[in-house]
């Protein structure tokens, strides 16, 4: 991480003042520690990683986005890719993939002690004499793609 955050800098400030600042802070890193990690061969997990989110981000796109890790997984195995479930949830992660949640509806209705109750402003009857007389609306939950506003949970 301390890596990549030094490669980050160099358009800006160099590599050599970047290791220099971070000197006597917790994220200091010697420079010969910098180099050896540039020079270092990318490791077999991090390449067998790579080859898999790849599969990974393909299965997940060809179900419309909607199977989780497990499904995933599960549809991997079916196409011979040899995976541990654990590894594809990891990698969903780190990628940002998720499924789609089926969570139980929010609890709409609660039961009187437990909340308050408007009053009952015109006695149950809902016939209205003229134009505007009379707007009755009764919203308890909206659901929305983003949630919040009329997202009660």
Known sequence: MKVEFVDSQPEEHGVQPVLEALKQTPAEIAPSTYYAAKSRPES??????????????????????VYG??????ELNRHGVDAARCTVERLMREIGLRGLRRDKGPRTTRPAPETGRPADLVKRDFTARRVNEMWVADITYVRTAAGGAGDRR
């Open 69 to 74: 890790a497990r499904k995933v997984w599960a």
């Open 44 to 65: 077999a997990r991090a390449a067998s990683d790579q080859v898999l989110a790849e599969k990974i981000e393909q299965v997940h796109e060809a179900n419309y986005g």
